[in-house]
């Protein structure tokens, strides 16, 4: 069995989390390190795709189930989620609308095409929920992954800075942010804080959100069709 794909991920993943340490380099996220040495070996090498993807879709499989792990320390503060739901309801119809509409503005500034801006849409979601989407409103799946993958990467990079440059302290309203824009490798980021807060209002803030442009964006897409 080829096992190649799955044990380089899982290497460069443990080789870029030892960058902490490293000043300047610690920024980036493991996840983006590990797939910038992928990129760069598969093209040195000049291995092919499907070959590195035999094992190595065995991790893209684990995505499922880590996201629904996430709803552990959701369970444990369940007090936490009913105390504040109305702020919490309010955050995620906000975020989706705000997500899907601004996405598509900007698109439309640069003069992208359609199949480009449908699949650019549900960037702010978990990539297994965002290439179904891109599938059921016609966009591009590989070319959504990528931008799902983009979006994480500078959420998780810069979120926690920008919400503290402009004085947001509030560890819900952090979570719900980080969440609701940067998904899982957002969440990831506010697991290292080890702020509970952060990590379960990030992780119902990543599912929700995730179903909630679901139903968003094909209706919004609907809606700008007909209008047009």
């Known amino acids: 069995m080829n096992l190649f794909g799955l044990i380089s991920t899982v290497l ?10 490293i000043p300047f380099v610690n920024t980036f996220p493991p996840t983006m390190l590990a797939g910038l040495a992928l990129i760069l070996t598969l093209e040195l090498f000049k ?8 094992s190595a879709m065995y991790l893209t499989f684990l995505l499922v189930p880590s996201t629904i792990a996430l709803g552990y320390p959701v369970y444990k503060n369940i007090e936490l989620l009913k105390k504040n ?6 955050a995620f119809i906000l975020a989706t609308i705000f997500a899907v509409i601004s996405t598509y503005v900007f698109a439309k500034i640069c003069h992208c095409n359609i199949d480009i801006i449908e699949s650019m849409l549900p960037k702010s979601v978990t990539a297994p929920i965002a290439v179904e989407i891109s599938k059921k409103i016609g966009g591009i799946p590989e070319l959504t992954a990528c931008v799902v993958v983009l979006t994480g990467v500078f959420g998780a990079m810069f979120g926690h800075k920008i919400l503290k440059f402009i004085k947001v302290k509030n560890d819900i309203a952090i979570g719900l942010s980080i969440g609701a824009a940067s998904h899982i490798i957002g969440t990831s ?16 803030a990543l599912v929700i959100v995730g179903v909630l442009t679901a139903i ?3 209706l919004f897409l609907f809606l700008v069709k007909h209008l047009n």
């Open 12 to 21: 460069y993943f443990k080789l870029a989390q030892r960058t902490k340490r």
């Open 47 to 54: 291995i092919d795709f499907n070959l590195y993807n035999e």
């Open 85 to 90: 739901k109305r702020i919490i309801y309010n």
């Open 189 to 204: 980021k506010c697991v290292e804080t080890n702020r509970e807060k952060q990590i379960v209002m990030a992780s119902v």
């Open 216 to 218: 968003v964006a094909p």
